[in-house]
């Protein structure tokens, strides 16, 4: 079965660093289109970055709000994406989800983010 | 960036048929786009339903179908069902990243 699972998110105050985890199963980070998404409470989905797959090169891409403050990476030996994120601002509280692209088509149960003084 | 639209609000009949749009501020809506659609209800994490403008999954109702229509991408709905109600967004891609259209709350009244 494929899946995706996140975890990490929690409580943290303006300006600190928080790391998300995505461990998949079912099918290869490797060779996946992977994303971070998030969605404010009460607000739609945002597209936070992605990470191609390792034969395109694995190259990443970050939506303008997180460029500079936000890293995607990816551990092929743990099938597992993750999200570092620093200077985190009030603005980042969110629900975030992973997510698989193309063929794959999977989301996570999201995990949330609460950046908060 | 690009913005993308969606219609905030549709409203179909149980039995009907209703169609989703998705626009771009940059122009046309292609292929070279690569548009998803995904479901969300409330509470719950989003699901995609369509990727690369018609594709669909196991999971995909028959009844549901994506396509380009009129320089946009749609959604189209045909036998609605109460179990269809929900937000539906659609997402495009642009050079050096995607971007997520607004939503389109769908109600079946």
């Given at each position: 079965e494929v899946q995706l699972v996140e975890s990490g998110g929690g409580l943290v105050k303006p300006g600190g660093s928080l790391r998300l985890s995505c461990a998949a199963s079912g099918f290869s980070v490797t060779n996946a289109w992977m994303n971070w998404v998030r969605q404010a409470p009460g607000k739609g989905l945002e597209w936070v970055g992605r990470i191609t797959r390792k034969i395109d090169g694995g190259a990443t891409d970050y939506a303008a709000p997180v460029k500079g403050r936000f890293t995607i990476s990816r551990d092929d030996s743990k099938n597992t994406l993750y999200l570092q994120m620093n200077?985190?601002?009030?603005?980042?509280t969110a629900v975030y989800y992973c997510l698989a692209l193309q063929s794959i088509g999977c989301w996570g149960q999201g995990t949330l983010v609460t950046v908060s003084s | 960036q690009a913005v993308v639209t969606q219609e905030p609000s549709l409203t179909v009949s149980p039995g009907g048929t209703v169609t989703l749009t998705c626009g771009s501020s940059t122009g046309a809506v292609t292929s070279g786009h690569y548009p998803y659609w995904f479901q969300q209800k409330p509470g719950q994490a989003p699901r995609t339903l369509i990727y690369d403008t018609s594709n669909k999954y196991?999971?995909?109702?028959?009844?549901l179908s994506g396509s380009l229509l009129g320089g946009k991408a749609a959604l189209t709905l045909s036998?609605?069902?109460?179990?269809?109600?929900a937000e539906y967004y659609c997402m495009l891609s642009y050079s050096g990243g995607r971007v997520f259209g607004g939503g389109t709350i769908l109600t079946v009244l």
């Open positions: 200077s985190l601002e009030t603005e980042d | 196991s999971w995909t109702p028959a009844r036998g609605a069902q109460p179990d269809d109600e």
